[in-house]
């Protein structure tokens, strides 16, 4: 290499550890906003150019990327954005269906004040943003809501496996929140599962928690069959 290329072990006396984070951040980035999208390629030469930087802590970035689902390696071509199937909709859906039920059941346990002061502020701001048709806000509100259960459930490992089979269809939920009426439609449902956490009645938090996001798997395989995988080539 050059002396004036950029290393990533000794430019600016940064870590290749730094610019694997770097190049990870960026790729993962693009594949959550669709500026790559599903079935497009990138390759570590391409991502290092971008950032100036080695590919070896790129390569080790799209390696992560791989390992987490988001992209798949092709020898001799670089790194596919993963596309979602039918079945891919369904496994995601197992996972979350039988983890975020538990830990809604276990959210009812939790009896600290702070949690549930925040728990009851996402859900009056999902009912904001929903009166006011603010989706972005009404994402975000949605997401603190889960993320106050999750802490609430007290599962660190859970999280993380949710987290993860979450940034697999995010790119697919985008699109299905903006369905119209889907949020009116999801709203009562959270409302009842908010209150049934925070009476402490556990079976039933759980049972909730199942059954809304069966209406979520079978809402969005009815707009997958019938409006998106007719006209796409490998899902989505």
């Not at 000794?10 to 984070?21: C, H, I, K, P, V």
């Not at 538990?102 to 939790?110: G, N, P």
């Not at 889960?146 to 007290?154: D, E, L, R, S």
């Not at 995010?170 to 599962?193: C, D, L, T, Y």
Request: charged fraction near 25%.
């Amino acid at each position: 290499m050059n002396e004036n290329q950029p290393n990533a072990h000794t430019r600016s006396g940064t870590s290749a550890t730094t610019y694997q984070q770097q190049a990870y951040d960026f790729v993962k980035a693009q594949i959550m906003n669709l500026d790559l999208k599903p079935g497009q390629y990138v390759t570590d030469s391409q991502v290092a150019s971008d950032l100036n930087v080695s590919r070896t802590p790129v390569r080790e970035a799209l390696r992560r990327l791989e390992q987490e689902g988001l992209l798949i390696n092709y020898a001799r071509r670089g790194w596919k954005v993963y596309t979602l199937s039918l079945e891919d909709i369904h496994e995601i859906f197992d996972i979350k269906v039988s983890l975020e039920g538990m830990i809604a059941r276990r959210a009812t346990d939790c009896k600290d004040e702070v949690l549930q002061s925040a728990l009851r502020a996402a859900m009056d701001e999902m009912h904001r943003a929903a009166e006011v048709g603010d989706r972005e806000a009404w994402q975000q509100a949605d997401f603190q809501l889960h993320q106050t259960i999750f802490a609430m459930g007290g599962n660190e490992r859970v999280t993380q496996i949710i987290k993860s089979v979450d940034e697999q269809w995010h790119r697919v939920r985008i699109g299905f929140v903006a369905m119209q009426g889907r949020i009116e439609r999801s709203n009562p449902e959270h409302e009842m599962i908010v209150e049934c956490i925070l009476s402490g009645d556990g079976a039933e938090a759980e049972r909730l928690m199942r059954a809304h996001l069966e209406n979520v798997r079978d809402e969005l395989v009815r707009l997958l069959v019938n409006l998106v995988l007719p006209f796409v080539e490998e899902g989505v």
